[in-house]
């Protein structure tokens, strides 16, 4: 099990074709009193972004520096256009952060919502195929995977769940969850009674995504 220091889910059509990735954080060069004369402007952006349905998902976590590291998810036609996005953010405009970028593939509907106040903090799950799928011998863990993830849908424990689908019939398409956990041990028990975890088909990487935004 591969645990780093960030986390993610979804399911259901939209109107962009992609979903992507974005992991941005603060420069170290950075003076904080630029980058919070900024914020105020920047948290503007991200509102807009939002209630146009750019973004979806907008997470915020403090570095071990006490720097804020911010992970959301960008639906749009291609990378290129999601980077144009990201960039014309006021944050990266004053050249106050970096941020990666990654396809995720496909949103799909969202689990049900819980109490933030309960239950405020979320992790990213990217699934990692450790064997071949074979669609006869594995059909029934599939079945079993399946229900396992509209049960979770349902609980509200997935928040948002992204199918990646790349080209070629012989390449499994990537899982990218938001789960809502109290702990990183709450995330890695939740990836461990996965069917398909548990015949030694897929692995998952675990990361802390941090504290949902409201914008």
């Known amino acids: 099990m591969k645990i780093l220091p960030l986390i993610l889910l979804t399911i259901s059509p939209v109107t962009f074709a992609e979903s992507f990735l974005v992991q941005g954080e603060i420069k170290h060069k950075a003076e904080m009193k630029q980058v919070n004369t900024v914020m105020k402007e920047q948290m503007s952006s991200m509102g807009k972004l939002f209630n146009s349905g750019v973004i979806d998902t907008f997470y915020i976590s403090p570095d071990k520096n006490g720097r804020a590291e911010a992970i959301y998810v960008v639906n749009s036609d291609s990378e290129q256009a999601a980077k144009n996005i ?19 593939g496909s949103k799909l509907q969202g689990g049900n919502n819980l ?88 692995d998952f990487t675990v990361t802390y995504a941090g504290s949902k935004v409201s914008l």
């Open 86 to 104: 990201v960039n014309s953010t006021p944050i990266m405009v004053k050249g106050l952060a970096d941020f990666s970028i990654k396809k995720i």
């Open 115 to 202: 109490n933030d106040e309960e239950e405020n903090e979320y992790y990213l799950l990217t699934s990692n195929w450790i064997k071949a799928y074979n669609p006869v011998k594995h059909s029934k863990v599939m079945e079993k995977e399946v229900n396992f993830t509209i049960a979770a849908l349902n609980s509200g424990e997935i928040a948002n769940l992204y199918l990646n689908n790349p080209k070629g019939d012989d390449i499994m398409p990537t899982i990218t969850y938001f789960i809502h956990a109290d702990s990183l041990e709450y995330a890695l028990d939740f990836s461990y009674k996965s069917p398909l975890y548990r015949e030694g088909i897929m």
